[in-house]
């Protein structure tokens, strides 16, 4: 064999190696994301609806207002919290951004279950959603009056 045939057999042998370790090393990967996968919680999506009151938190008109409602882009998180001492509704249950911004209610006549399960322990995750074509044609046919569909979002039992 040549000098120039063993060099490039050696070559070979060496991007093989190099292929075979990121080979591995992107499986080693997959299993651990596969795994951290698997052990998110399940959920369930509960109801879909808009937030009730909306205009009372937050000041549509002004530029702060609108630039809030700009940056909650479908699939933005929101935060629940229970209100059991709310003095107009027994199941009042807020509406927050991560951030702690208050901006309205789930409406009360939609909240009762959510809150009875919130208040045995379960845990449930919100997000904003799209307000799609059919959404919103169908929207207005579900919606109660206290509800404005300028941000609807999702309600998700986490199982």
């Not at 937030?51 to 882009?73: N, Y």
């Not at 629940?80 to 006549?109: F, H, K, S």
């Not at 044609?137 to 404005?148: D, F, G, I, L, V």
Request: hydrophobic share 35%.
């Amino acid at each position: 064999m040549t000098a120039q045939a063993v060099k490039a057999v050696n070559i070979s042998i060496e991007e093989l190696l190099n292929f075979s370790e990121e080979y591995a090393d992107r499986m080693a990967q997959l299993r651990q994301e596969e795994a951290a996968e698997k052990q998110k919680p399940e959920k369930e999506l509960v109801l879909w609806t808009a937030i009730a009151g909306i205009q009372h938190h937050v000041d549509l008109e002004s530029r702060k207002g609108r630039k809030l409602l700009r940056s909650l882009e479908p699939g933005t998180e929101l935060v629940l919290r229970r209100e059991p001492d709310n003095e107009y509704d027994r199941w009042a249950i807020r509406v927050e951004t991560a951030a702690g911004q208050m901006l309205g209610y789930i409406t009360r006549y939609k909240n009762e279950t959510i809150a009875r399960m919130m208040d045995h322990g379960h845990i449930f995750e919100a997000q904003v959603e799209s307000m799609r074509h059919e959404e919103s044609q169908e929207s207005e046919q579900r919606k109660t009056y206290t509800e404005q569909y300028l941000l609807p979002f999702s309600v998700w039992l986490v199982k």
